[in-house]
């Protein structure tokens, strides 16, 4: 079932590494399919470039695996209650990506003082709070959390992106790393200049309705 959607999420997650995103098993992207409301995601401590869509695991949104013989991703669960209480959301990545994990590590929002941030996100990227991984807790985090932004960092944990698509979710992730490591290297220049609230705001409705084809 769902073989489109099963080898886009393969697909994105072998290209994890290669944006330098994850290390090893860690990290894991997923998607929701549209019409099923099922949700795909890789199994848990396979290596990246081992994967196969035929390995990944298929759920219902009430946590029921419905494909699949090997044990999911430690992150399922943090998926499905997003998926669940947020209609708009069809994929999800999670990475401990360095220079945003490290910003996580001292628990820092990522201020919008880029015109990049204000063309993606035109938002900051908020912080959420401590929470245990493996359960539920992490999900509900973020959905109280997250805000408008389509990334949060968890405190002491990593970055949790999400989009329309499983593909829209993964740019997010690798322009979330991208900027944090920019504003880390601006940190050791001086001060940030966060960006004005109505220039963030008049820069991302440009770019939502003008760039590309």
């Not at 330098?20 to 396979?46: A, C, F, H």
Request: net charge negative.
């Amino acid at each position: 079932m769902l073989e489109s959607l099963k080898s886009e999420v393969c697909e994105l997650n072998r290209r994890l590494p290669a944006e330098g995103l994850v290390r090893l098993t860690s990290g894991n992207v997923s998607g929701r399919d549209p019409d099923t409301n099922r949700m795909v995601i890789k199994p848990s401590g396979v290596p990246f470039d081992e994967l196969t869509p035929d390995l990944m695991i298929v759920f219902d949104l009430d946590g029921t695996i419905v494909e699949g013989t090997l044990k999911p991703s430690s992150d399922a669960y943090t998926h499905l209650v997003v998926y669940r209480e947020m209609a708009e959301v069809h994929g999800m990545v999670h990475t401990h990506s360095n220079y945003a994990t490290a910003w996580a590590a001292v628990g820092r929002p990522l201020p919008c003082a880029l015109t990049a941030m204000c063309d993606a996100f035109g938002c900051d990227i908020p912080i959420g709070g401590f929470c245990l991984i493996g359960n539920e807790q992490i999900g509900r985090e973020i959905v109280r959390s997250i805000g408008r932004a389509p990334a949060i960092l968890m405190r002491n944990h990593g970055v949790f992106t999400i989009g329309k698509t499983p593909h829209k979710a993964f740019v997010h992730a690798v322009t979330v790393e991208d900027t944090a490591k920019t504003l880390a290297i601006a940190e050791g220049l001086g001060t940030i200049q966060p960006i004005a609230p109505d220039k963030i705001e008049q820069a991302h409705r440009r770019y939502q309705s003008e760039y590309g084809q």
